[in-house]
């Protein structure tokens, strides 16, 4: 009975709070881990269809995609995921909160930007640009699996704009362009003996242990973009190898993770990670996140940093800018929300926070082409 009663005044907030604070309690208390993410795809759904009526809405999967279509000579998309990170242990959060503030997983990644777009959401014909608006899943799972890669493959004419804004959190600052995201395994063959006598086999891991003192020692250099330092840096994430006590190995395996300037493609990255290891005998992408550049002197992103005020930072880490900029559309992160807190049972929001990004990017959006298309 209680919790029927609770879950009714959660839902009811996700559907009709008018306030960012109470918005984004409501969104907070819709638990939505990666792969469960139905239960608050369908209110945001369903909010959309009942409060943006200058919207169409789409649903793709657990995908909400809400647009106008008033024919402006440029379109911005907004975008955020749905999902958070998996439950804490019991005990683990922090649940003491200043006043003003939503505590909880998913407060700042990324539940205060949801609640800011939803808002803007139904602001949408005031907008000079014409507007998407993409509620998508599956992001904190990794860039394979996030529904990004598969909206702008198979729906681009849905997600095709001339700027896209990520609103992660980023304290209220612009954080232009991000870092590639590149993610190798390294195979190293060997010939199994017997340890007592290890000259009639090869040691992989000994084999490894020469491209591991080499990778271990490479210190990638920061790179200068338009005035903005992306630091870069490689290191091994994982080794794994050996049969058991008594058997020289045959086989090792050495995980890299590349977090590289979007002065290197994927490409260009992965040359770098092989460079140091031209022993291995096999390379394996496992994952392979595009940068994206910052794109300073592009004029909507200049006009979205001029609205945001305040220091330009660079982006420190993957986001999905990265894959925007991957299909022609320039992007930038600008949320709510501190981006230390993520991902740790310390999350919070205030409602200074939510109301001062929604301010922003309201400003901003009222601009844009004056004269439709002809």
Known sequence: M?????????????????????????????????????ELADLVERRLLDRAPDLTVRRIGNNVIARTGKGAQQRIVLAGHLDTVPEFPPGSRATNGAPETVR????????????????????????????????????????????????????????????????????????????????????????????????????????????????????????????????????????DGGVQGDVVPDHCSVRVNYRHAPTLDSAAALDVVTGLAPEADRVRVVLSSPPAPPALAHPLVAQACAAAGGEIKPRLGWSDVGRFAAHGIPAINFGPGDPELAHTPR??????????????????????AERPIR
């Not at 819709?30 to 469960?36: A, F, K, L, Q």
């Not at 080499?214 to 091994?236: K, M, N, T, W």
């Not at 929001?349 to 009222?366: G, H, K, N, P």
């Open 104 to 239: 909880g997983l998913g407060a700042v990644d990324m539940k205060g930007g949801v609640a800011v777009m939803l808002a803007l959401a139904e602001r949408a014909k005031d907008s000079g640009f014409d507007l998407t608006f993409l509620f998508y899943d599956k992001e904190e799972i990794g860039s394979r699996r996030s529904e990004t890669n598969l909206l702008l493959t198979d729906y681009p004419y849905l997600l095709g704009g001339d700027l896209a804004i990520l609103l992660e959190p980023t304290n209220g600052r612009v954080e232009a362009g991000c870092q590639g995201n590149l993610v190798v395994d390294l195979g190293f063959d060997g010939v199994r003996a017997h340890t007592a006598r290890p000259w009639q086999g090869v040691n992989a891991i000994h084999r490894a242990a020469v491209a591991l003192a080499r990778i271990s020692g490479f210190v990638p250099e920061p790179v200068d973009i338009d005035g903005l330092v992306y630091r870069q840096a490689l290191c091994v994430v994982g080794v």
């Open 2 to 38: 209680t919790s029927t009663a609770t879950t009714t005044r959660e839902h009811h907030r996700v559907l009709h709070s008018t306030d960012l604070l109470e918005l984004t309690d409501g969104l907070v208390a819709i638990r939505s881990v990666s792969g469960n993410e139905r």
């Open 347 to 368: 999350e919070f929001v205030s409602r200074d926070a939510l109301e001062t990004c929604y301010t922003a990017l309201l400003a901003f959006l009222a601009h844009g």
